[in-house]
Each structure stands twice: as C-alpha cells, then as structure tokens.
C-alpha cells in the first residue's frame, strides 16, 4: 500500500479522482495526508469527507520562502509518505523543501511540457496556435515546471475552442493521468536520477502517454 500525501489549493477535483481510485479498489494507495495552502479550499471538504486528515498553511504567517517551505516539509514527514502529489498546488516550493521533503514530489500541471510552464497555460496554448494541448506529471525540482517528465495526455485544441471549453475537455483526461502514473508508482520502480526518469532500472526515453483507456 503506498503512502501518499496530497498538496492542494483549490477544488480538489484530481484528489476526489485518487480518492475515488482507492475507493474503487484500483489503487492500491494510502492516502495519509491532504494539506492546501488555502484554508478555502473545497478540497479540504472531499478529504475529510473520505476521512483523510488534513492540514491548512498558509503562507502569510511566515517571514520568507524558505521559512514556509520548511515548515511545510515538516508537516509532510509527520505522516510519513512515500511520495507527495502536487494536484492543482498552486504555489512555487523551492529549494528549503525539496531538501527537506522526506520522500520524491511529482506535481501535475497543465501543459505540454517543456511548452508553457507557469500559469495562464490554456490562454497561452490557444494564443500560440497550438493544435494539441495536455497535461504532464514531472518530477519537481528547484526550477519552475522544469524537472523530468514521467506522462502526458493530449487533448486537440479545437476551432472555437476558448479557455473553458479546452479546460473542460483536458479535466477528465487529467484525472485519469493522475490515477495512471499513482498506479504506476504503485506497480513499478519509479525513480528521479541525473534529470531523468528511471522505471524499474531503465531510463524513459520519452513520457509516457495515456491511452483512451486510461492506462500507458
Ligand atoms: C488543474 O487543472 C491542475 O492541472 C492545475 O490546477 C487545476 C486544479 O484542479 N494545476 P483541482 O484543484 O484538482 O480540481
């Protein structure tokens, strides 16, 4: 059973996905640990309802970054996770926590990487042109969006389509990535090394990418 904490900061809806994975028997997962850096957030609502403890730290009571980052890695070690999901966390953790986090940090974000890291990625990926968008689920290092990526799913942008109409279509091809790369660090090896993923003793030469029938 794999230990896992999830960072949050809003709606939560890829963390409903994992709970409903484990629900459903599918993952094979503990999920030991929610904390939002938002005290609104409507995430927080769907782990206590699922009976996931749960944590509120926001940063404005601290004096700097590093003050908050390692703080927040001291919350994480209390549960003692495997692995620490990044879904929808919407704040940039620097060196102070990757140091100190206890265990490996993957972060899901909303782009095609190495295209449009940061925010704003669906505006970006429309006014740039591009025919597809996606999501990716990375290795989180000390650069912004920048570390190895582990899977992808794409979504074809299409004539018309605005903001909310390509969120709406990525959103349920996300949470199935989530659940499919969780599942993959259940089943496999799943390693950070030199800037590169190794699954089970073999560098990934390209990301993985999900099936329409939610798997790699
Ligand atoms: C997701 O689109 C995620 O990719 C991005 O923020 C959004 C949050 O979704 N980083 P949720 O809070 O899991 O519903």
Redesign the pocket.
């Known amino acids: 059973m794999l230990q896992i904490a999830v960072l949050?900061?809003?709606?939560?809806?890829?963390?409903?996905?994992l709970i409903d994975a484990r629900n459903s028997g599918r993952l094979q997962i503990e999920i030991v640990h929610v904390i939002s850096n938002r005290g609104n957030?409507a995430?927080l609502e769907r782990a206590a309802r699922a009976g996931i403890p749960t944590s509120i730290l926001e940063h404005s009571g601290f004096h700097d970054r590093a003050d908050f980052d390692q703080t927040l890695a001291v919350l994480i070690s209390i549960h003692t996770p495997e692995l620490v999901i990044?879904?929808?966390?919407?704040r940039i953790l620097g060196r102070a926590f990757l140091d100190q986090c206890p265990c490996p940090v993957i972060n899901?974000?909303?782009s095609l990487l190495p295209r449009h890291r940061g925010t704003g990625t669906y505006r970006r990926a429309i006014q740039a042109g591009d025919s597809e968008h996606g999501?990716s689920m990375h290795f989180v290092t000390a650069e912004l969006d920048s570390g190895p990526v582990i899977s992808q799913v794409r979504v074809p942008i299409k004539p018309g389509d605005d903001e909310k109409s390509l969120?709406r279509s990525?959103?349920p091809k996300?949470h199935g990535l989530v659940v499919a790369t969780t599942e993959l660090f259940c089943t496999h090896s799943v390693q950070c090394s030199c800037d590169a993923v190794i699954i089970d003793g073999k560098r990934l030469a390209k990301p993985l990418l999900l099936n329409t029938d939610g798997t790699f």
């Open positions: 949050i900061s809003g709606n939560g809806s890829n963390l409903q996905a957030a995430g990044l879904a929808g966390f919407m899901l974000h909303p999501s969120m990525l959103e996300e």
